[in-house]
């Protein structure tokens, strides 16, 4: 799980590519309904780092 509400994601420690999961061209996590990476089923993100749903994790 990636939670960062509302701070810039720093994402690149994680080694996302390594793990085959896509971002979008602003560095989120491409996501599904379900906030889980459409190209890795067993990663979910929320907050800042995810492409869809809301912006912060505790709504």
Do not use: C, W
């Not at 989120?28 to 912006?55: M, R, T």
Request: charged letters at 20%.
């Amino acid at each position: 799980m990636v939670h960062a509400v509302g701070r810039i994601s720093d994402l690149e420690p994680l080694d996302l590519d390594v793990a085959g999961v896509e971002r979008d061209e602003r560095e989120h996590l491409k996501l599904n309904g379900f906030l889980q990476s459409v190209s890795n089923p067993a990663v979910y993100a929320a907050g800042n780092a995810a492409a869809v749903g809301p912006a912060l994790t505790s709504v």
